[in-house]
């Protein structure tokens, strides 16, 4: 039998080379991530390809499974050692190669494939990796997949099985390149910068943009696993503040940025003005019910206030539903409501039919946001951007929190504000009118200003995202009362990024 992974081992050992490390706090709530070669190894992955294996038998899935790697100096290795543990599971395996996410979602319908197994670690920082994977398109694994696979791996608790098989799928790209851009050119040749951090969609973005008639300039397109001038993450403002300056010198109509493993997308407009992808969302939402009057949205509880309250989206007859951050959380309400697409903050948009099939797909974001411009020629995306009711909000701010004890810090929190509410106690200076806690804790003051902090799903992080209606002074003040709250536990270290 395959050895029980253990939870520390010390590199440069036998025991190291000889028996499965993982640590266990690399189940996350949706995907896996871990440090590779600190918290997992080789035979880790390998035993998580066993788990994997072994949890589509349980389910009783067809044993046929996508595999793909992103960019990153060690994900092929890690991708085969996976391989052999699927394989060792009974698996038949579809290697897609060097891949996007969603090519490997696509994959799962052009293969007509069940099952996904992607290796990436998104825009995490070089040293991490990871694996996204889903058993029932366009789904990705939730809570209950999740806890399962990490029983079944740290119990090894495994099947073995004969009939593991190996396919590398050739040239699959070009069917994925050709699914997005067999339609109908842009109308005119939008002027777009397509940034991608030296991250896996710089393979691929600029191509199929060009292919759909846009003018592309690229931006740090150049495949590096070394991320020399900042981690492709549309959320992190130095990717932002980059793809500006790009956008100013060379007159751009638009500037995209896309992440790490190419399932988002981060937006510029033509004037400079880094538009979060939460006001991109609304915008995208205005002319997608124009079209689809009536139509249901899903957001998630770190985007803006102004889908509620959008005066064209009631005209429009448009529903919101705030749901749960996180990529398999959005994508099951959104197949569970039928809605049309389903927004994060973080910029994973998810298009149902008849825009998509369900999955977040950064490079689909980016071809809705050149339609929504074809389609107002008479308008930028600066005028589509300020016809919006303004708002001040923050980018997602991240203070460290250890994997171990960050659920227990947010479980402290939401009790902190439900006993201010309870005594009747203001935060930043008004009284509470709303708590949220579908996913951590979203508190409103009474003018309608509110702070999100929650746990991060995929690093050892808190969340902290701060909106206000009414001023900037108003935003600062609702992050002071947020960030005084978070103070009172110790754990709580400090912020990758703040206002």
Known sequence: MFPKPEPKLSPNTYAYESRPLVK????????????????????????????IGTLMHEREVRPDIVVGHDFRGYSASIKMALVSGLMAAGIRVHDIGLALSPMAYFAQFALDVPAVAMVTASHNDNGWTGVKMGIDRPLTFGPDEMGRLKDIVLGAAFKLRVGGEYRFVENFPESYIKDLTDRPKLKRPIKVVAACGNGTAGAFAPRVLEALGAEVIPLDCELDHTFPRYNPNPEDLKMLHALRDKVLETKAEVGLGFDGDGDRCGVVDNEGEEIFADKVGVMLARDISALHPGCTFVVDVKSTGIFAMDPVLRENGAKTEYWKTGHSYMKRRVNE???????????????????????????????????????????????????????????????????????????????????????????????????????????????????????????????????????????????????????????????????
Not at 26 to 51: P, V
Not at 364 to 377: C, Q
């Open 24 to 51: 266990p706090t690399g189940f996350r709530e949706y995907d896996a991530r871990w440090l590779f070669e600190k918290e997992i190894n080789l035979m880790g992955i390998q035993a998580l390809g066993l788990g």
């Open 337 to 499: 409501l039928g809605a049309i697409v389903g927004f994060e903050k973080s910029g994973h948009y998810f298009f149902n039919t008849p825009i998509g099939r369900g999955y977040d797909d950064g490079l689909v974001s980016a071809i809705a946001i050149l339609d929504m411009l074809d389609r107002n020629p008479d308008r930028t995306m600066a005028d589509l951007r300020r016809a919006l009711p303004r708002t001040w909000g923050s980018p997602t701010m991240s203070p460290h929190c250890d994997d171990e004890i960050k659920y227990e810090v947010i479980d402290r929190v939401i009790d902190r504000f439900k006993a201010m509410r309870e005594k009747g106690e203001t935060v930043a200076g008004q009284p509470i009118s709303d708590l949220i806690t579908v996913n951590g804790v979203r508190v409103v003051s009474e003018d309608g200003t509110w702070g999100l902090v929650r746990a991060s799903s995929n690093k050892p992080e808190l969340v902290v995202v701060v909106e206000s209606p009414v001023s900037e002074a108003r935003l600062h003040e609702m992050f002071k009362a947020v960030d005084t709250v978070l103070r009172e536990n110790p754990e709580v270290g400090a912020y990758n990024q703040t206002i």
